[in-house]
């Protein structure tokens, strides 16, 4: 019992480090996150090799085929290139696989999405004490740096939400949740953000809410709807700091305009590059060189996890990458968007969207959405599988 507690702890520091890594630094310094993965590696390495030699469903098979390729092609760019060192490089693909492989077997779905849900929480409480992010903005950030990365948490942190409220049916833990996703997502100030959610916003209702358009259409729904108007109208949106930044922010288009140069020097970098990439998280040090326009220091990472992986590892890693996206995102797909876990390919969907400009090709967290989905779909194979075993046993 003792170790059972001990194992759920470090897993739960190992989730919150992921999600509030900058935090974590902050207080405990930079070793602190390799000695938190270290001790969880070390109490649950029986259960991390488990979930190695598992049988393997379509996913899982392309997800390893995409690790086997890419450290295939660490191994060859480090004798002929030398831009990537074996210990980087393996730091880089170790954790990602690792998380990968243990999250999608991991059996206690509902705990994982609760220990992912209250490292949000605390990082949405962290926020409202952080400075913003630099004199010119109004934008704040969580438990991580970066606003964007903080906001991709909080569309993933908000599905999960509405998935575990269909569980627990407390509408306390509902409104209260997304209230303080919401509060604190306008004051990150992702205009990438805003756009997935209406994006995803979108989808949600033609998927979920068919049903909810016919009530407003109706005359009591219409006439409520006036009324919620009519009381909206009467608030001053402007007087808010963080509403009056999204707007300035929104009539600025210089993030867009270095973001196209970085994926242009992305490209040029994969042409160059173009079997197998030019190392592993090295982009940086030679977007500069591919650029055809100026770019400032602080836009020098690809702000894509596309461009990134197949200007760093090439066309072979790239097709593997999507290959393994394709099977996870079509694997259940029609089952999932007809049950609860429809959220939780919601969160799997907004990090993947938020990658679009996010380098997060070989980000933990990312990572951890992308498991998500993959242990939804292994759910279902076992509940497939439950069902055909009873009708077996009837049968006979």
């Known amino acids: 019992m003792g170790f ?133 903005t109004f934008r704040r950030s969580g438990g991580t740096m970066d606003p964007n990365e903080f906001s991709a948490q909080l569309l993933m942190a908000s599905a999960i939400t509405i998935f575990l ?30 756009l997935t959610l209406a994006i995803l916003g979108f989808y949600a209702l033609i998927i979920k809410f068919g049903s909810l358009f016919r009530k407003i259409l109706s005359f009591k729904g219409l006439i409520a709807l006036a009324i919620v108007g009519l009381i909206v109208l009467q608030v001053d949106f402007n007087k808010f700091e963080a509403v009056s930044g999204m707007q300035d922010r929104a009539a600025q288009h210089g993030t867009a305009d270095t973001r196209f140069v970085s994926w242009e020097a992305g490209w040029r970098m994969a042409q160059d590059n173009f079997l197998l990439g030019i190392g592993l998280e090295v982009y940086e040090d030679y977007a500069r060189g591919y650029a055809v326009d100026y770019i400032a220091d602080g836009s020098l990472a690809p702000h894509n996890v596309f461009v990134k992986l197949i200007a760093e590892a090439g066309i072979f890693a790239f097709v593997s990458f999507l290959v393994f996206l394709y099977y996870l995102f079509t694997t259940k797909s029609m089952q999932i968007r007809q049950s609860s876990y429809f959220w939780i390919a919601l969160a799997t969907y907004s990090n993947v969207l938020m990658g679009l400009t996010l380098s997060s090709t070989y980000d933990k967290t990312f990572w951890i959405a992308l498991a998500l989905l993959s242990n939804v779909i292994i759910i279902l194979y076992k509940e497939q599988n439950k069902v055909k075993n009873e009708n077996t046993t009837h049968f006979l």
């Open 4 to 136: 059972r507690l001990i194992k759920d702890f470090m897993f739960l520091l190992l989730i919150f480090s992921f999600i509030n890594d900058n935090f974590i630094v902050n207080i405990a310094g930079e070793s602190a996150l390799k000695a938190i993965f270290g001790l969880f590696i070390l109490v649950n390495i029986k259960e991390i090799l488990h979930a190695f030699i598992r049988p393997k469903n379509r996913i899982l098979k392309t997800f390893f085929i995409y690790i086997f390729i890419m450290i295939i092609i660490m191994l060859i760019t480090k004798v002929f290139y030398s831009h990537t060192t074996l210990a980087s490089g393996f730091l880089v693909l170790m954790p990602m696989t690792i998380i990968f492989a243990y999250l999608s077997y991991y059996e206690n779905f509902e705990r994982l999405l609760y220990i992912i849900w209250i490292s949000v929480v605390v990082s949405s409480i962290i926020s409202f004490f952080n400075p913003p992010v630099d004199q010119w």
């Open 165 to 194: 409220y269909e569980k627990n049916r407390n509408l306390i833990f509902l409104v209260g949740s997304l209230v303080l996703f919401l509060i604190v997502f306008v004051y990150a100030g992702s205009k990438s953000a805003m």
